[in-house]
């Protein structure tokens, strides 16, 4: 049984790494995401930008954004969204993020919600203590904010 257990969990794992590779390695939105491509299209229309904000409000213990915004523990979020990865300046990136923005990732609202989803497995070595966001609409909210920070 446990054998069985283990065989289904390297499975899955599995599956989530070949999507997340794809969409981390190509910016073309057709890629496959941990998500169906309806949810994926979705992504471009939040369903409740307020929402979104009381979302993003679970990251303000590390992460600012806003006019006034500072990095804290986390970079500060104005412009993410299409922006390359581990670009905010004065800020501490780990290696693994600053690889990543050099080799050519852009934050798309794609690429933001495969990260949100589990940030440690979309890119292993980053220093975000956080287990990311299961539920797609809450992520899509979230997204939905964050692309009004610009």
């Known amino acids: 049984m446990k054998t069985k257990v283990v065989v289904i969990a390297l499975s899955v ?4 790494m070949f999507f997340l590779s794809n969409a981390f390695a190509n910016p073309d939105p057709e890629v496959p995401l941990p998500v169906s491509k309806r949810q994926a299209l979705q992504l471009n229309v939040p369903v409740d930008i307020e929402k979104g904000a009381r979302i993003f409000a679970g990251c303000s213990g590390c ?14 979020l104005n412009a993410l969204i299409g922006r390359k990865a581990g ?4 800020y501490g990136y780990s290696k693994a993020l600053l690889k990543a923005g ?4 852009v934050w798309t609202p794609y690429k933001l919600d495969a990260f949100l989803m ?7 070595g980053n220093k975000m203590p ?3 966001i299961k539920d797609v609409i809450a992520r899509r909210d979230l997204i939905g904010y964050l692309k009004t920070l610009n």
Do not use: T
């Open 13 to 16: 794992l599995g599956s989530v």
């Open 63 to 76: 992460h600012d954004a806003g006019p006034s915004a500072i990095n804290r523990i986390g970079p500060k």
């Open 87 to 90: 670009s905010v300046e004065c």
């Open 102 to 105: 050099k080799n050519g990732l």
């Open 118 to 124: 589990a940030p440690n497995v979309f890119l292993s």
């Open 130 to 132: 956080f287990k990311g």
